[in-house]
Protein backbone atom coordinates (compact mmCIF):
# COMPACT_ATOMS: atom_id res chain seq x y z
CA UNK A 1 0.00 0.00 0.00
CA UNK A 2 2.77 2.79 0.41
CA UNK A 3 5.04 1.69 -2.59
CA UNK A 4 4.35 4.01 -3.94
CA UNK A 5 5.78 6.23 -1.74
CA UNK A 6 9.15 4.93 -3.46
CA UNK A 7 8.75 6.82 -6.40
CA UNK A 8 10.09 10.54 -5.79
CA UNK A 9 7.07 11.86 -8.47
CA UNK A 10 4.20 9.93 -6.21
CA UNK A 11 5.54 11.79 -2.89
CA UNK A 12 5.80 14.79 -4.91
CA UNK A 13 1.60 14.02 -6.45
CA UNK A 14 0.96 13.31 -2.90
CA UNK A 15 2.42 16.46 -1.19
CA UNK A 16 0.48 18.58 -3.89
CA UNK A 17 -2.64 17.18 -3.44
CA UNK A 18 -2.62 17.29 0.47
CA UNK A 19 -1.46 20.95 0.17
CA UNK A 20 -4.61 21.60 -2.53
CA UNK A 21 -6.65 19.31 -0.86
CA UNK A 22 -6.59 20.76 2.78
CA UNK A 23 -7.25 24.50 2.06
CA UNK A 24 -9.84 23.63 -0.74
CA UNK A 25 -12.28 20.79 1.37
CA UNK A 26 -11.93 23.74 3.89
CA UNK A 27 -13.45 26.76 1.63
CA UNK A 28 -15.97 23.92 0.48
CA UNK A 29 -17.40 24.18 3.77
CA UNK A 30 -18.05 28.10 3.02
CA UNK A 31 -19.03 27.16 -0.67
CA UNK A 32 -21.42 24.87 0.06
CA UNK A 33 -23.05 26.58 3.20
CA UNK A 34 -23.66 30.22 0.84
CA UNK A 35 -24.84 27.52 -1.87
CA UNK A 36 -22.66 28.75 -4.36
CA UNK A 37 -21.38 25.79 -5.61
CA UNK A 38 -20.76 26.69 -9.00
CA UNK A 39 -18.60 29.62 -8.28
CA UNK A 40 -15.67 26.65 -8.08
CA UNK A 41 -16.09 25.67 -11.74
CA UNK A 42 -16.51 28.56 -12.37
CA UNK A 43 -13.69 30.45 -11.38
CA UNK A 44 -11.92 27.02 -12.39
CA UNK A 45 -12.95 27.46 -15.53
CA UNK A 46 -12.35 31.25 -16.01
CA UNK A 47 -8.61 30.12 -14.67
CA UNK A 48 -8.48 27.11 -17.20
CA UNK A 49 -9.52 30.42 -19.98
CA UNK A 50 -6.61 32.35 -18.76
CA UNK A 51 -4.37 29.19 -19.55
CA UNK A 52 -5.40 29.07 -23.04
CA UNK A 53 -5.86 32.41 -23.76
CA UNK A 54 -1.96 33.15 -22.97
CA UNK A 55 -1.67 29.45 -24.57
CA UNK A 56 -2.92 31.70 -27.97
CA UNK A 57 -0.96 34.39 -27.41
CA UNK A 58 2.27 32.39 -26.82
CA UNK A 59 3.25 34.81 -23.51
CA UNK A 60 1.67 35.63 -19.80
CA UNK A 61 1.09 31.27 -19.28
CA UNK A 62 1.42 32.43 -15.14
CA UNK A 63 0.47 36.02 -14.76
CA UNK A 64 -2.65 35.82 -17.38
CA UNK A 65 -4.92 33.12 -15.16
CA UNK A 66 -3.80 34.97 -12.60
CA UNK A 67 -5.39 38.26 -13.83
CA UNK A 68 -8.53 36.55 -15.04
CA UNK A 69 -9.26 33.82 -11.95
CA UNK A 70 -8.71 37.18 -9.72
CA UNK A 71 -11.16 39.31 -11.95
CA UNK A 72 -13.72 36.78 -12.02
CA UNK A 73 -13.82 36.79 -8.07
CA UNK A 74 -13.85 40.37 -8.02
CA UNK A 75 -17.34 40.22 -10.59
CA UNK A 76 -18.51 37.25 -8.22
CA UNK A 77 -18.17 39.31 -5.02
CA UNK A 78 -20.06 42.09 -6.35
CA UNK A 79 -23.35 39.42 -7.47
CA UNK A 80 -25.99 40.15 -4.80
CA UNK A 81 -29.60 39.07 -6.26
CA UNK A 82 -32.59 40.89 -5.07
CA UNK A 83 -35.27 39.40 -7.63
CA UNK A 84 -36.72 36.06 -5.83
CA UNK A 85 -36.97 34.84 -8.94
CA UNK A 86 -33.64 34.61 -9.72
CA UNK A 87 -30.96 32.61 -7.66
CA UNK A 88 -27.08 33.90 -7.46
CA UNK A 89 -25.76 30.03 -8.94
CA UNK A 90 -28.08 30.77 -12.42
CA UNK A 91 -25.82 33.88 -12.93
CA UNK A 92 -22.75 32.15 -12.10
CA UNK A 93 -23.36 28.81 -13.93
CA UNK A 94 -23.81 31.71 -16.86
CA UNK A 95 -20.38 32.90 -16.24
CA UNK A 96 -19.30 28.97 -15.86
CA UNK A 97 -20.54 27.93 -19.31
CA UNK A 98 -19.46 30.87 -21.44
CA UNK A 99 -15.98 30.66 -19.89
CA UNK A 100 -16.05 26.96 -20.73
CA UNK A 101 -17.23 27.57 -24.40
CA UNK A 102 -14.53 30.53 -24.54
CA UNK A 103 -11.40 27.74 -23.17
CA UNK A 104 -12.60 25.30 -26.02
CA UNK A 105 -12.49 27.40 -28.96
CA UNK A 106 -9.03 28.88 -28.09
CA UNK A 107 -7.66 25.42 -27.58
CA UNK A 108 -9.50 24.39 -30.48
CA UNK A 109 -6.78 26.91 -32.37
CA UNK A 110 -3.45 25.60 -30.10
CA UNK A 111 -1.72 22.28 -31.75
CA UNK A 112 -2.38 19.71 -28.95
CA UNK A 113 -6.32 21.09 -28.75
CA UNK A 114 -7.52 17.62 -27.26
CA UNK A 115 -4.94 16.76 -25.45
CA UNK A 116 -5.15 20.05 -23.67
CA UNK A 117 -8.61 20.05 -23.11
CA UNK A 118 -8.20 16.89 -20.90
CA UNK A 119 -5.26 18.34 -18.96
CA UNK A 120 -7.36 21.32 -18.42
CA UNK A 121 -10.42 19.07 -17.11
CA UNK A 122 -8.24 16.64 -14.86
CA UNK A 123 -4.52 18.44 -14.68
CA UNK A 124 -1.42 16.18 -14.29
CA UNK A 125 -0.79 15.86 -11.02
CA UNK A 126 1.95 13.07 -11.47
CA UNK A 127 4.15 15.86 -13.10
CA UNK A 128 4.27 18.31 -10.36
CA UNK A 129 7.88 19.29 -9.34
CA UNK A 130 9.09 20.59 -5.73
CA UNK A 131 9.13 24.44 -7.30
CA UNK A 132 5.60 24.70 -8.17
CA UNK A 133 4.81 22.52 -4.24
CA UNK A 134 6.68 25.40 -2.95
CA UNK A 135 5.51 28.28 -4.62
CA UNK A 136 1.63 26.29 -3.68
CA UNK A 137 2.49 25.84 -0.21
CA UNK A 138 3.60 29.84 0.63
CA UNK A 139 0.20 31.09 -1.62
CA UNK A 140 -2.23 28.30 0.55
CA UNK A 141 -0.26 29.22 3.41
CA UNK A 142 -1.45 32.79 2.95
CA UNK A 143 -4.87 31.90 2.16
CA UNK A 144 -4.80 29.88 5.69
CA UNK A 145 -3.67 32.15 7.76
CA UNK A 146 -6.20 34.81 6.47
CA UNK A 147 -8.69 32.18 7.15
CA UNK A 148 -7.50 31.38 10.21
CA UNK A 149 -6.75 35.42 11.65
CA UNK A 150 -10.55 35.93 10.99
CA UNK A 151 -12.19 32.71 11.18
CA UNK A 152 -15.29 34.19 12.95
CA UNK A 153 -15.71 36.81 10.19
CA UNK A 154 -16.03 34.36 7.42
CA UNK A 155 -18.24 32.13 9.18
CA UNK A 156 -20.46 34.39 10.31
CA UNK A 157 -20.81 35.58 6.90
CA UNK A 158 -21.73 31.99 5.27
CA UNK A 159 -24.30 31.76 8.35
CA UNK A 160 -25.76 34.52 7.29
CA UNK A 161 -26.23 33.19 3.54
CA UNK A 162 -27.22 29.90 5.28
CA UNK A 163 -30.09 31.88 7.61
CA UNK A 164 -31.26 33.52 3.90
CA UNK A 165 -30.21 37.13 4.98
CA UNK A 166 -27.20 37.64 2.28
CA UNK A 167 -29.82 40.16 0.80
CA UNK A 168 -28.31 42.32 3.89
CA UNK A 169 -25.07 42.01 3.04
CA UNK A 170 -24.99 45.25 0.21
CA UNK A 171 -23.30 45.64 -2.68
CA UNK A 172 -19.69 45.33 -1.58
CA UNK A 173 -18.59 43.35 2.22
CA UNK A 174 -14.77 43.45 2.26
CA UNK A 175 -15.13 39.50 3.87
CA UNK A 176 -17.30 38.70 1.05
CA UNK A 177 -14.26 39.95 -1.34
CA UNK A 178 -11.68 38.65 0.95
CA UNK A 179 -13.39 35.52 0.64
CA UNK A 180 -13.75 35.20 -3.33
CA UNK A 181 -10.37 36.28 -3.32
CA UNK A 182 -9.27 33.57 -1.64
CA UNK A 183 -11.00 31.30 -3.47
CA UNK A 184 -9.31 32.78 -6.38
CA UNK A 185 -5.92 32.52 -5.59
CA UNK A 186 -6.54 28.68 -4.29
CA UNK A 187 -8.59 28.01 -7.80
CA UNK A 188 -6.08 29.51 -9.97
CA UNK A 189 -3.29 27.38 -8.31
CA UNK A 190 -4.56 24.14 -7.68
CA UNK A 191 -6.18 23.77 -11.50
CA UNK A 192 -2.93 24.46 -12.86
CA UNK A 193 -1.49 20.65 -10.81
CA UNK A 194 -5.31 19.16 -10.52
CA UNK A 195 -7.10 20.37 -13.63
CA UNK A 196 -11.01 21.77 -13.02
CA UNK A 197 -12.65 18.55 -12.14
CA UNK A 198 -10.60 17.29 -9.43
CA UNK A 199 -10.32 21.33 -7.88
CA UNK A 200 -14.06 21.07 -8.05
CA UNK A 201 -14.89 17.65 -6.78
CA UNK A 202 -12.29 18.36 -3.66
CA UNK A 203 -14.00 21.62 -3.09
CA UNK A 204 -17.80 19.96 -2.93
CA UNK A 205 -17.70 16.47 -2.15
CA UNK A 206 -15.60 16.74 1.11
CA UNK A 207 -17.59 19.13 2.67
CA UNK A 208 -21.14 17.45 1.77
CA UNK A 209 -19.83 14.47 2.65
CA UNK A 210 -18.88 15.84 6.53
CA UNK A 211 -22.64 17.57 6.03
CA UNK A 212 -24.02 14.50 6.22
CA UNK A 213 -21.81 12.96 9.27
CA UNK A 214 -22.24 15.71 11.45
CA UNK A 215 -23.56 18.91 12.42
CA UNK A 216 -20.99 20.51 14.25
CA UNK A 217 -18.66 23.87 12.20
CA UNK A 218 -15.84 22.80 13.59
CA UNK A 219 -16.84 18.91 13.40
CA UNK A 220 -17.64 19.59 9.95
CA UNK A 221 -14.18 20.99 9.00
CA UNK A 222 -12.31 18.56 10.36
CA UNK A 223 -14.33 15.34 8.87
CA UNK A 224 -13.98 17.04 5.62
CA UNK A 225 -10.08 17.83 5.60
CA UNK A 226 -9.89 13.56 6.73
CA UNK A 227 -12.14 12.83 3.83
CA UNK A 228 -9.45 14.76 1.76
CA UNK A 229 -6.45 13.35 3.10
CA UNK A 230 -7.98 9.44 2.60
CA UNK A 231 -8.81 10.47 -0.82
CA UNK A 232 -5.66 11.44 -1.88
CA UNK A 233 -3.89 8.77 -0.46
CA UNK A 234 -6.12 5.54 -1.80
CA UNK A 235 -6.72 7.81 -5.02
CA UNK A 236 -2.86 7.95 -5.98
CA UNK A 237 -2.65 3.90 -4.74
CA UNK A 238 -5.38 3.42 -7.35
CA UNK A 239 -3.88 5.38 -9.82
CA UNK A 240 -0.40 3.84 -8.96
CA UNK A 241 -1.30 0.00 -9.00
CA UNK A 242 -3.74 -0.13 -11.91
CA UNK A 243 -2.42 2.42 -14.13
CA UNK A 244 -5.41 5.01 -13.99
CA UNK A 245 -4.84 8.52 -14.28
CA UNK A 246 -4.29 9.92 -10.88
CA UNK A 247 -6.75 13.02 -11.01
CA UNK A 248 -9.89 10.90 -12.19
CA UNK A 249 -8.79 8.11 -9.63
CA UNK A 250 -8.59 10.71 -6.85
CA UNK A 251 -12.18 11.92 -7.69
CA UNK A 252 -13.65 8.29 -7.90
CA UNK A 253 -12.48 7.46 -4.68
CA UNK A 254 -13.80 10.77 -3.31
CA UNK A 255 -17.07 9.98 -5.20
CA UNK A 256 -16.90 6.64 -3.01
CA UNK A 257 -16.75 8.24 -0.06
CA UNK A 258 -19.93 10.31 -0.88
CA UNK A 259 -21.88 7.49 -1.58
CA UNK A 260 -20.92 6.15 1.75
CA UNK A 261 -21.48 9.23 3.79
CA UNK A 262 -24.99 9.13 2.38
CA UNK A 263 -26.07 5.54 2.99
CA UNK A 264 -25.22 6.52 6.73
CA UNK A 265 -27.18 9.79 5.85
CA UNK A 266 -29.97 7.43 5.59
CA UNK A 267 -29.86 4.93 7.65
CA UNK A 268 -29.00 7.29 10.63
CA UNK A 269 -32.40 9.30 9.60
CA UNK A 270 -34.23 6.16 9.32
CA UNK A 271 -33.19 5.14 12.93
CA UNK A 272 -34.07 8.56 14.37
CA UNK A 273 -37.34 8.49 13.06
CA UNK A 274 -38.07 5.18 13.86
CA UNK A 275 -36.79 6.14 17.62
CA UNK A 276 -39.02 9.15 17.63
CA UNK A 277 -41.89 6.74 16.67
CA UNK A 278 -41.35 4.51 19.46
Given at each position: ?7 S??VQ??I ?15 V?G???V???L ?9 V ?8 GL ?12 L?M ?5 R????KQE??I ?7 S??T?L ?5 PH ?6 E ?6 L?V???QI???G ?10 LV??N?F???T???E ?6 I ?12 S??L ?14 F ?10 IMLT?N ?6 F ?13 N ?5 D?P ?6 A ?11 Y????SA ?8
Amino acid sequence: MFAMFQLSFMVQAFIAALITGAVLSYLGVHVVGRGIVFVDLALGQISSLGVAFAAFIGTGLTSIPLIFTLAGALLMSFINIRDKRLKQEAIIGILYAFASALTVLLISKTPHGDSDIQEVLFGNILSVSWGQISTVGIVFGVIVLLQLVFFNKFFGLTKSFENGENHLIGIFNIWNFLFYISIGLAIVFAVKINGVIPVFSFLIIPAVSAIMLTQNNFAVSVFSLIIRVLACFFGLNFSFHYDFPAGSSIVAILGVIFIFASVYKMLSSAFTRKARAI
